[in-house]
């Protein structure tokens, strides 16, 4: 069974600061990994997803993450956190097996810059 | 513009009544999803479907139905049986298959249900 972990529930970050939000995976064998961004009331919208390749990926908004195999996480990074970045962020996994979509999703951090 | 239509927003369901959410896509998707988000709970897989006339439980299936008879909309009852199915209903698509398109899933707006 894959499993996902967000160790924090809430992160707070001055603006301008670094942020990093943890999440650390289990799966069978190499993994999918996502992060996705979630603003109130309002759906999931894909920020970026590690397959292959370089371990450092970018994705939208200034957001990059990084796969460490050996570690087992992908933690979501970005040089410069906004007051706009505040939103619950959400870290998902999948295994390279079978043909479904199936995601599963940690419980979610809730990131909070303040000016 | 291309994307998933969730509907209502909004839901209010009495004791005893089934209610059921709609959920429409036109990224010609073949696969669909129905999740449902707790607070600190996460997402959790209710429903999926591949193509159209099939679809399996997730982990969360009990006292929910869904039916896929077209590509592009995949309905999610939640019916009587559900004992506490005040939440926040995510549908979602993406493309099916293998491989390192890594099957990105694309979510709806989501609908929130409450239980009056």
């Known amino acids: 069974a894959q499993s996902v972990a967000q160790p924090e529930d809430q992160v707070n970050v001055a603006e301008g600061n670094p942020l990093t939000v943890k999440c650390t995976y289990s799966v069978s064998g190499n993994p999918y990994l996502f992060w996705y961004v979630q603003y109130p009331n309002r759906g999931l919208q894909f920020l970026l997803k590690?397959?292959?390749?370089?371990?450092l990926v970018k994705g939208s908004y200034g957001f990059e993450a990084e796969f460490n195999k050996s570690q087992t996480s992908f933690h979501l990074k970005k040089p410069s956190a906004l007051v706009s970045d505040s939103a619950l962020y959400f870290c998902?996994?999948?295994?390279?097996?079978?043909?479904?979509?199936?995601?599963?999703f940690g419980t979610g951090t809730r990131l909070q810059v303040t000016l | 513009d291309g994307g998933i239509t969730q509907s209502p927003k909004y839901l209010f369901r009495k004791e005893g009544q089934n209610v059921t959410l709609s959920c429409e896509q036109n990224?010609?998707?073949?696969?669909m999803y129905w999740y449902r988000q707790d607070p600190g709970q996460g997402l959790r897989l209710i429903y999926y479907?591949?193509?159209?006339?099939?679809?399996q439980k997730g982990d969360i299936a009990e006292g929910y139905s869904v039916s896929r008879e077209k590509k592009e909309s995949f309905p999610l009852t939640v019916t009587s049986a559900q004992k506490n199915p005040t939440a926040f209903y995510l549908c979602?698509?993406?493309?099916?298959?293998?491989?390192?398109?890594?099957?990105?899933?694309?979510f709806g707006e989501g609908s929130w249900l409450t239980v009056v």
């Open positions: 990224l010609n998707h073949d696969a």
């Open positions: 479907s591949q193509i159209v006339n099939d679809f």
């Open positions: 998902a996994v999948r295994d390279r097996s079978g043909t479904a979509s199936k995601l599963t």
């Open positions: 590690y397959i292959t390749g370089d371990n």
């Open positions: 979602a698509s993406s493309h099916p298959g293998r491989g390192v398109s890594g099957n990105t899933i694309y």
